[in-house]
């Protein structure tokens, strides 16, 4: 019997397992996939968002505010990038003027602080090489940037020290009201516990559906974004979003905390809820609208390209016990600005589980978690002091990154640590340099494999059956 399940181990999942593991409760976070960090919060645009745009009133405007005031101070406290690069968005013609001054106004109500509007000839001074048509821009000097993967995994490890069971893996088949709660079906076994927690992502509304007479319908929204090679860094410092639409802010063009360019996302509603492919008609679409941005794109530094979903349910955020179902708390519709938000969500989400369940404080309670220390970003005294400890630090694995064997086996051995290549790429960015793995990865999965005491032919990419090295047709795996 736990007090507590939490299904899904995204950005929002983790933020409230971490804020809950200050209670003396028994909480447990059920995950289908093989680690953390598998949904939309791997794909998106690593964007602290300042809080102009959502529609003052909302959960969505009040929670965005919120996360972003936090973050910069969590950013410290669980050791994961951050930057407050601050963001432009861009007005390209005189009759939208009204448009990025209602913005404003927005962004004032919300209590977004020192938003200007400013003059092309202002636009210039701070980004040289925006686009020609660019007329103004409403400038936000506390929008950031984070690292999407290094929030939820520090989130995630820091609940996991302080007593959250982590189930990967493990796929919610059903939920079912029982008398001391819910029981919880997988296809790993049962559970029960007296509180659902449903923040999973573009399937939170199949859950909810199991439990309530009143049905939920999210859309699956696709965004696809092209990566550029760390060649095209400083083109632009700030993040330039574009006047927002209906389908939302429009493609941006950012700088990333590790130095690489990031432009997108599109907008499409689809219907297939593992749609993460790249279309040609995408990648156009973004190269159309982002040259709008920026003149002289550097097209040619794009490394890969890549898409991600984000769960669609209206206007704003669906964060609330449901009304048919006591004790069952969704999560639901946590698009943009969802990955700023997430802070906010778990503290919003604490409250109510504390109204339900009051659980005292524990006493013990560890608030700091450390990273995986950065070869590439130590100084030379951190990196002589790094070898002196550990030799494996200065076995160069990823030469594009400089990631080391030292920060590999980290990776693995820490807590919630890699299981997958991916989950090595996540923690370390060892393969996401501009070869994307193509001379490391054979190491890696080596290296995987010794640590974890398995045959090199059983280390998988991310999910199931995303083998590296099969048997010869006709033969069993080994």
Not at 159 to 169: H, K, P, R, T, Y
Not at 183 to 202: C, D, F, L, P, S
Not at 386 to 398: E, H, K, Q, R, T
Request: proline fraction near 4%; hydrophobic fraction near 40%; aromatic fraction near 4%.
């Amino acid at each position: 019997m736990y007090d507590i399940i939490v299904i899904g181990a995204g950005v929002s999942g983790c933020a409230i397992a971490r804020e809950l593991s200050r209670y003396k409760i028994k909480i447990m976070v059920l995950e289908k996939a093989l680690d953390i960090c598998e949904g939309t919060s791997k794909a998106n645009s690593g964007i602290v968002h300042a809080g102009y745009d959502a529609k003052p009133g909302t959960l969505k405007a009040k929670l965005n505010v919120e996360g972003s005031r936090k973050m910069k101070a969590l950013s410290r406290e669980l050791d994961f990038s951050y930057k407050q690069n601050g963001s432009l968005v861009l007005c390209f013609d005189e009759k939208d003027r009204s448009k990025l001054e209602e913005l404003k106004r927005r962004g004032e109500q919300n209590g977004v602080s020192d938003i200007c509007i400013l003059s092309r000839n202002e636009v210039l001074a701070l980004e040289p090489e925006v686009g020609d048509k660019v007329i103004a821009a409403l400038y936000a000097p506390t929008g950031a940037i984070v690292c999407p993967f290094g929030l939820t995994i520090a989130l995630a490890e820091n609940a996991a020290v302080n007593g959250v069971e982590f189930q990967l893996g493990t796929k919610v088949e059903g939920v079912h009201k029982a008398a001391s709660g819910y029981q919880v079906k997988t296809n790993k076994g049962n559970y029960e516990t007296k509180i659902v927690i449903n923040a999973a992502g573009v399937y939170a509304d199949e859950l909810h559906n199991m439990v309530s007479k009143e049905k939920m319908k999210l859309i699956p929204r696709r965004g696809e974004y092209l990566l550029c090679d760390k060649l095209a860094k400083g083109i632009p410092e700030h993040t330039l979003f574009q006047l927002p639409t209906a389908l939302g802010k429009g493609v941006l063009v950012t700088p990333t905390v590790h130095g690489n360019l990031l432009i997108g996302p599109t907008a499409e509603d689809i219907e297939n809820k593992e749609g993460v492919e790249t279309t040609v008609e995408g990648m156009e679409l973004i190269r159309e609208k982002a040259a709008l941005s920026v003149r002289q794109l550097p097209l040619k530094q794009v490394i890969t390209s890549f898409a991600g979903l984000r769960a669609h349910g209206g206007e704003d955020f669906i964060i609330g016990e449901v009304e048919d179902a006591p004790g069952f708390i969704d999560v639901a519709g946590i698009e943009s600005p969802g990955l700023t938000c997430a802070p906010a969500i778990g503290a919003y989400v604490a409250e109510m589980v504390k109204n339900l369940l009051s659980p005292s404080l524990k006493e013990e309670f560890i608030a700091q978690r450390k990273g995986i220390p950065s070869m590439a970003l130590a100084s030379d005294e951190e990196r002589q002091k790094l070898i002196s400890d550990n030799p494996a630090y200065a076995n160069v694995i990823c030469r594009c990154e400089m990631v080391t064997e030292g920060e590999i086996v980290d990776a693995i051995r820490r807590p919630l640590g890699a299981r997958t290549t991916d989950g090595i790429k996540r923690r370390t960015r060892a393969g996401m340099g501009r070869c994307q793995s193509g001379f490391c990865n054979p190491k890696v999965v080596e290296i995987l494999a010794r640590e974890l005491g398995v045959d090199e032919s059983a280390i998988l990419k991310s999910g199931e059956d995303s083998w590296y090295l099969l048997e010869p047709e006709g033969e069993e795996k080994l």
